[in-house]
């Protein structure tokens, strides 16, 4: 799947294609439904499927001392829109210049000049434009006038209430994997690189990936049942099934935080290695014990609960 920089002017043969924009952190069920209607509109017109995303997230440029709340990384964004049939993903950096850009520039200027769209299909809440001034009703309004076709999207819900990337940050940062994972209709996933750790959990007959969280949204600390994938076998690589400690690890000086899976009956080398590390259920919080033997029995209990969690997988 080709990756577009917003900076740029799309050629041919993407120019004419129809464009979902959004932030599209996530990509929950609400936004696969908008993904999904501009698919299906570009497909009906033999047109290109763009997905529109932003890095940094607005937020971010506006709070830049905001606690990380990311749940999907660029690279995670790019593989789960080709698997929903796009045909390229356009990331839209937002800095000052495009803060500053006005509802009716973005749409002249950046949308149909610079990036040729045809259509355009967002969600019914996408604001866009200095100081938030465009709106699904300003897109459509210069749509009329201009000649491109817009469609706005309507909230998804899920038991009554819309599926939302703050309602995914809460069930999380409760530990409520179930909720997440239904909400974006697979289990939340934190990527990384294997780092060289303190061998703490080799030490304890546990060896440990470890991971850094890095601009991720920050779950509930403590420990989950959790599968692994290596990104070096591909999609269709084996599963790791595993337990992890996500947190500061309190019974170690000094606390760090780190995401730590054990994957089970498994002793190759991850160093340096690219993995996914998907949340499947909370076990237990966080905690301090008072000598190497107590939490080498705890996390034995830990790791038989993972694996019964985890049998079905």
């Given at each position: 799947?080709?990756?577009?920089?917003?900076?740029?002017?799309?050629?041919?043969?993407?120019?004419?294609?129809?464009?979902?924009?959004?932030?599209?952190?996530?990509?929950?069920?609400?936004?696969?439904?908008?993904?999904?209607?501009?698919?299906?509109?570009?497909?009906?017109?033999?047109?290109?499927?763009?997905?529109?995303?932003f890095?940094?997230?607005?937020?971010?440029?506006?709070?830049?001392?905001?606690?990380?709340?990311?749940?999907?990384?660029?690279?995670?964004?790019?593989?789960?829109?080709?698997?929903?049939?796009?045909?390229?993903?356009?990331?839209?950096?937002?800095?000052?210049?495009?803060?500053?850009?006005?509802?009716?520039?973005?749409?002249?200027?950046?949308?149909?000049?610079?990036?040729?769209?045809?259509?355009?299909?967002?969600?019914?809440?996408?604001?866009?434009?200095?100081?938030?001034?465009?709106?699904?009703?300003?897109?459509?309004?210069?749509?009329?006038?201009?000649?491109?076709?817009?469609?706005?999207?309507?909230?998804?819900?899920?038991?009554?209430?819309?599926?939302?990337?703050?309602?995914?940050?809460?069930?999380?940062?409760?530990?409520?994997c179930?909720?997440?994972?239904?909400?974006?209709?697979?289990?939340?996933?934190?990527?990384?690189?294997?780092?060289?750790?303190?061998?703490?959990?080799?030490?304890?007959?546990?060896?440990?990936?470890?991971?850094?969280?890095?601009?991720?949204?920050?779950?509930?600390?403590?420990?989950?049942a959790?599968?692994?994938?290596?990104?070096?076998?591909?999609?269709?690589?084996?599963?790791?099934?595993?337990?992890?400690?996500?947190?500061?690890?309190?019974s170690?000086?000094?606390?760090?935080?780190?995401?730590?899976?054990?994957?089970?009956?498994?002793?190759?080398?991850?160093?340096g290695?690219?993995?996914?590390?998907?949340?499947?259920?909370?076990?237990?919080?966080?905690?301090?014990?008072?000598?190497?033997?107590?939490?080498?029995?705890?996390?034995a209990?830990?790791?038989?609960?993972?694996?019964?969690?985890?049998?079905?997988?």
């Amino acid at each position: 799947m080709i990756r577009l920089d917003g900076h740029q002017r799309i050629e041919e043969p993407l120019r004419g294609g129809v464009i979902a924009l959004g932030n599209f952190d996530g990509f929950h069920g609400g936004h696969q439904a908008v993904v999904g209607r501009a698919v299906r509109h570009a497909r009906d017109e033999g047109r290109p499927c763009i997905v529109a995303t932003f890095d940094p997230h607005p937020v971010r440029f506006f709070k830049p001392d905001v606690a990380p709340f990311r749940l999907t990384t660029l690279d995670q964004r790019q593989e789960l829109f080709g698997a929903a049939g796009a045909d390229a993903m356009l990331v839209l950096p937002f800095d000052a210049a495009l803060a500053a850009t006005s509802a009716e520039d973005f749409i002249t200027a950046l949308l149909l000049d610079r990036f040729g769209a045809a259509g355009v299909v967002t969600g019914a809440d996408f604001v866009f434009g200095k100081g938030r001034g465009g709106n699904v009703v300003t897109l459509a309004d210069h749509a009329r006038r201009l000649g491109f076709f817009t469609e706005m999207v309507a909230p998804v819900d899920d038991a009554d209430t819309v599926i939302s990337s703050s309602r995914i940050r809460e069930a999380l940062q409760a530990g409520d994997c179930a909720t997440a994972e239904r909400l974006l209709t697979r289990p939340f996933t934190i990527r990384g690189t294997v780092q060289h750790g303190d061998k703490n959990g080799r030490l304890l007959g546990f060896p440990t990936a470890n991971l850094e969280l890095g601009t991720y949204l920050r779950p509930r600390y403590g420990i989950y049942a959790v599968t692994g994938r290596l990104l070096s076998e591909g999609p269709e690589g084996r599963i790791l099934k595993g337990a992890a400690n996500i947190g500061i690890r309190p019974s170690f000086d000094p606390p760090k935080e780190l995401l730590e899976p054990h994957f089970f009956d498994f002793d190759g080398d991850l160093y340096g290695q690219e993995i996914d590390v998907a949340f499947h259920a909370f076990i237990r919080g966080e905690a301090k014990f008072d000598d190497m033997a107590a939490l080498m029995e705890q996390i034995a209990v830990d790791c038989d609960a993972a694996k019964a969690l985890l049998a079905d997988i």
